[in-house]
Protein backbone atom coordinates (compact mmCIF):
# COMPACT_ATOMS: atom_id res chain seq x y z
CA UNK A 1 0.00 0.00 0.00
CA UNK A 2 0.95 3.45 -0.52
CA UNK A 3 3.28 5.02 1.86
CA UNK A 4 3.69 8.16 3.66
CA UNK A 5 6.64 9.19 6.02
CA UNK A 6 7.20 11.76 8.15
CA UNK A 7 11.15 13.36 9.46
CA UNK A 8 11.49 14.50 12.47
CA UNK A 9 8.73 11.98 14.51
CA UNK A 10 9.73 14.49 17.41
CA UNK A 11 11.25 17.82 17.74
CA UNK A 12 12.10 20.05 20.65
CA UNK A 13 13.28 23.71 20.19
CA UNK A 14 13.42 26.68 21.55
CA UNK A 15 11.62 29.92 21.15
CA UNK A 16 11.97 31.87 18.12
CA UNK A 17 14.12 29.24 15.80
CA UNK A 18 12.49 28.09 13.12
CA UNK A 19 11.59 23.75 12.71
CA UNK A 20 10.88 22.17 9.22
CA UNK A 21 8.81 19.10 9.24
CA UNK A 22 9.63 17.00 5.75
CA UNK A 23 6.69 14.87 4.29
CA UNK A 24 7.53 12.10 1.77
CA UNK A 25 5.33 9.38 -0.12
CA UNK A 26 7.71 7.20 -0.53
CA UNK A 27 5.88 4.69 -3.19
CA UNK A 28 3.95 6.86 -5.15
CA UNK A 29 4.25 10.49 -7.15
CA UNK A 30 1.96 13.17 -4.60
CA UNK A 31 1.32 16.56 -7.05
CA UNK A 32 -0.86 17.94 -3.83
CA UNK A 33 0.14 17.12 0.26
CA UNK A 34 -1.75 18.27 3.09
CA UNK A 35 -0.51 19.38 6.06
CA UNK A 36 -2.79 19.34 9.58
CA UNK A 37 -2.43 20.93 13.14
CA UNK A 38 -3.61 18.21 15.84
CA UNK A 39 -4.39 19.02 19.48
CA UNK A 40 -4.84 16.30 22.48
CA UNK A 41 -8.31 14.59 22.07
CA UNK A 42 -9.18 16.93 18.94
CA UNK A 43 -10.15 16.73 14.98
CA UNK A 44 -7.42 17.52 12.22
CA UNK A 45 -7.35 20.51 11.72
CA UNK A 46 -6.44 21.49 7.97
CA UNK A 47 -3.73 24.11 7.73
CA UNK A 48 -2.92 24.07 4.43
CA UNK A 49 -2.77 22.26 0.85
CA UNK A 50 1.03 21.71 -0.57
CA UNK A 51 1.09 21.97 -4.33
CA UNK A 52 3.77 20.80 -6.25
CA UNK A 53 5.40 23.18 -8.78
CA UNK A 54 2.96 26.15 -7.19
CA UNK A 55 1.74 28.07 -4.39
CA UNK A 56 0.60 26.32 -1.40
CA UNK A 57 -3.12 27.35 -0.28
CA UNK A 58 -3.47 28.44 3.01
CA UNK A 59 -6.66 27.96 5.57
CA UNK A 60 -8.86 30.60 6.67
CA UNK A 61 -6.92 32.43 9.54
CA UNK A 62 -3.36 30.43 8.98
CA UNK A 63 -0.45 32.72 9.14
CA UNK A 64 1.25 32.22 5.42
CA UNK A 65 4.74 33.87 6.69
CA UNK A 66 4.42 31.53 9.72
CA UNK A 67 4.00 28.09 8.48
CA UNK A 68 6.19 28.03 5.21
CA UNK A 69 5.01 25.49 2.73
CA UNK A 70 7.67 24.31 0.05
CA UNK A 71 6.46 21.45 -2.44
CA UNK A 72 9.76 20.61 -3.79
CA UNK A 73 9.13 17.70 -5.88
CA UNK A 74 6.45 15.29 -6.45
CA UNK A 75 7.81 13.20 -3.22
CA UNK A 76 8.58 15.86 -0.53
CA UNK A 77 6.47 18.73 0.91
CA UNK A 78 8.29 20.46 3.82
CA UNK A 79 6.40 22.75 6.04
CA UNK A 80 8.41 25.29 7.78
CA UNK A 81 7.50 26.52 11.53
CA UNK A 82 9.09 30.00 11.74
CA UNK A 83 10.14 31.85 14.98
CA UNK A 84 8.16 28.86 16.59
CA UNK A 85 6.47 30.19 20.40
CA UNK A 86 5.30 27.64 23.03
CA UNK A 87 1.71 28.02 21.00
CA UNK A 88 2.84 26.59 18.06
CA UNK A 89 3.66 23.30 20.18
CA UNK A 90 1.48 20.63 18.57
CA UNK A 91 1.33 17.65 16.62
CA UNK A 92 1.49 18.22 12.45
CA UNK A 93 0.66 15.71 9.93
CA UNK A 94 0.96 15.19 6.67
CA UNK A 95 -1.27 13.39 3.93
CA UNK A 96 -1.41 12.61 0.14
CA UNK A 97 -3.57 10.97 -1.78
CA UNK A 98 -2.08 8.68 -4.67
CA UNK A 99 -2.39 10.11 -8.32
CA UNK A 100 -4.24 7.26 -9.29
CA UNK A 101 -6.23 6.60 -5.69
CA UNK A 102 -8.68 4.23 -4.71
CA UNK A 103 -11.87 5.69 -3.73
CA UNK A 104 -10.22 9.05 -3.26
CA UNK A 105 -8.66 7.83 -0.30
CA UNK A 106 -5.59 9.90 1.48
CA UNK A 107 -2.99 8.50 3.30
CA UNK A 108 -1.24 9.80 6.13
CA UNK A 109 2.53 10.15 7.66
CA UNK A 110 2.60 9.19 11.22
CA UNK A 111 2.75 12.42 12.27
CA UNK A 112 5.68 15.08 14.18
CA UNK A 113 5.46 16.19 17.72
CA UNK A 114 6.71 19.39 18.10
CA UNK A 115 7.41 21.45 21.41
CA UNK A 116 8.49 24.70 22.19
CA UNK A 117 9.93 25.40 25.01
CA UNK B 1 -20.08 23.73 2.98
CA UNK B 2 -20.12 20.61 3.60
CA UNK B 3 -19.84 19.28 7.27
CA UNK B 4 -19.59 16.08 9.16
CA UNK B 5 -20.92 15.78 12.28
CA UNK B 6 -19.99 12.66 15.06
CA UNK B 7 -22.39 13.09 18.02
CA UNK B 8 -20.54 10.58 20.37
CA UNK B 9 -17.53 12.07 21.58
CA UNK B 10 -17.19 8.52 23.62
CA UNK B 11 -18.17 5.10 23.03
CA UNK B 12 -17.31 1.97 25.08
CA UNK B 13 -17.66 -1.74 24.12
CA UNK B 14 -17.23 -5.30 25.66
CA UNK B 15 -14.16 -7.22 24.03
CA UNK B 16 -15.81 -9.59 21.55
CA UNK B 17 -19.20 -7.48 21.44
CA UNK B 18 -20.34 -5.43 18.86
CA UNK B 19 -20.59 -1.21 18.22
CA UNK B 20 -21.98 1.00 16.36
CA UNK B 21 -20.04 4.85 15.45
CA UNK B 22 -22.31 7.26 14.31
CA UNK B 23 -21.65 9.67 11.85
CA UNK B 24 -24.01 12.42 9.94
CA UNK B 25 -22.94 14.93 6.85
CA UNK B 26 -25.06 17.77 5.60
CA UNK B 27 -23.93 18.23 1.47
CA UNK B 28 -25.82 19.15 -1.78
CA UNK B 29 -23.46 16.92 -3.60
CA UNK B 30 -24.50 13.44 -5.05
CA UNK B 31 -21.02 12.50 -5.97
CA UNK B 32 -18.56 11.92 -2.85
CA UNK B 33 -16.42 9.62 -0.65
CA UNK B 34 -16.99 8.87 2.69
CA UNK B 35 -14.58 7.59 5.07
CA UNK B 36 -13.77 5.97 8.61
CA UNK B 37 -9.93 6.60 10.11
CA UNK B 38 -8.93 4.76 12.94
CA UNK B 39 -6.43 6.79 15.29
CA UNK B 40 -5.05 4.23 17.75
CA UNK B 41 -2.52 5.88 20.81
CA UNK B 42 0.34 6.08 18.30
CA UNK B 43 -1.55 9.20 16.41
CA UNK B 44 -1.10 7.53 13.02
CA UNK B 45 -3.92 7.58 10.81
CA UNK B 46 -5.25 4.38 9.45
CA UNK B 47 -8.21 3.99 6.64
CA UNK B 48 -10.69 1.68 8.39
CA UNK B 49 -13.01 1.72 5.49
CA UNK B 50 -14.63 3.91 2.48
CA UNK B 51 -17.71 3.88 0.81
CA UNK B 52 -18.61 5.77 -2.82
CA UNK B 53 -21.56 7.71 -2.74
CA UNK B 54 -22.59 6.15 -6.14
CA UNK B 55 -22.62 2.53 -4.98
CA UNK B 56 -25.14 1.16 -3.03
CA UNK B 57 -23.68 -1.65 -1.48
CA UNK B 58 -22.63 -0.87 1.78
CA UNK B 59 -18.57 -1.36 2.33
CA UNK B 60 -17.47 -4.41 4.35
CA UNK B 61 -13.92 -4.79 5.93
CA UNK B 62 -13.31 -7.85 7.80
CA UNK B 63 -14.95 -6.91 11.22
CA UNK B 64 -16.12 -3.50 9.71
CA UNK B 65 -19.13 -2.23 8.18
CA UNK B 66 -21.22 0.75 7.29
CA UNK B 67 -24.54 1.60 7.28
CA UNK B 68 -24.63 4.00 4.20
CA UNK B 69 -27.87 5.52 4.05
CA UNK B 70 -27.56 8.37 1.45
CA UNK B 71 -31.19 9.88 1.58
CA UNK B 72 -30.58 10.22 5.47
CA UNK B 73 -26.69 11.17 4.67
CA UNK B 74 -26.10 8.74 7.68
CA UNK B 75 -22.31 6.73 7.65
CA UNK B 76 -22.12 4.64 10.69
CA UNK B 77 -19.71 2.35 11.21
CA UNK B 78 -20.09 -1.89 12.71
CA UNK B 79 -17.38 -2.75 14.56
CA UNK B 80 -17.93 -6.79 15.61
CA UNK B 81 -16.07 -9.30 17.73
CA UNK B 82 -14.28 -5.90 19.02
CA UNK B 83 -11.11 -6.23 20.07
CA UNK B 84 -8.55 -4.44 22.25
CA UNK B 85 -6.29 -3.48 19.23
CA UNK B 86 -9.88 -1.41 18.13
CA UNK B 87 -9.39 1.23 21.06
CA UNK B 88 -8.63 3.88 19.31
CA UNK B 89 -10.12 7.30 18.35
CA UNK B 90 -12.39 7.18 14.77
CA UNK B 91 -12.80 9.72 12.06
CA UNK B 92 -15.80 10.39 9.99
CA UNK B 93 -14.58 12.23 6.86
CA UNK B 94 -15.64 13.46 3.99
CA UNK B 95 -14.70 14.68 0.38
CA UNK B 96 -16.29 15.88 -2.84
CA UNK B 97 -15.82 13.47 -6.27
CA UNK B 98 -16.11 16.85 -7.67
CA UNK B 99 -13.09 18.64 -9.52
CA UNK B 100 -9.52 18.26 -8.41
CA UNK B 101 -10.80 19.12 -4.43
CA UNK B 102 -9.28 16.41 -2.37
CA UNK B 103 -9.68 18.15 1.10
CA UNK B 104 -11.47 16.13 3.66
CA UNK B 105 -13.76 17.37 5.87
CA UNK B 106 -13.68 15.77 9.57
CA UNK B 107 -15.92 14.97 12.19
CA UNK B 108 -14.16 15.83 15.62
CA UNK B 109 -13.75 12.11 16.25
CA UNK B 110 -15.11 9.54 18.98
CA UNK B 111 -13.20 7.86 21.25
CA UNK B 112 -13.26 3.91 21.68
CA UNK B 113 -12.85 2.17 24.66
CA UNK B 114 -12.86 -1.60 24.73
CA UNK B 115 -12.93 -3.47 28.09
CA UNK B 116 -11.88 -6.61 28.43
Keep these: ?117 | AQTVTQSQPEMSVQEAETVTLSCTYDTSESDYYLFWYKQPPSRQMILVIRQEAYKQQNATENRFSVNFQKAAKSFSLKISDSQLGDAAMYFCAYRTNAGNNRKLIWGLGTSLAVNP
Excluded at chain 1, 41 to 55: F, I, Y
Design chain 1, 1 to 117: GAVVSQHPSRVICKSGTSVKIECRSLDFQATTMFWYRQFPKQSLMLMATSNEGSKATYEQGVEKDKFLINHASLTLSTLTVTSAHPEDSSFYICSAPPPVHKGGAQYFGPGTRLTVL
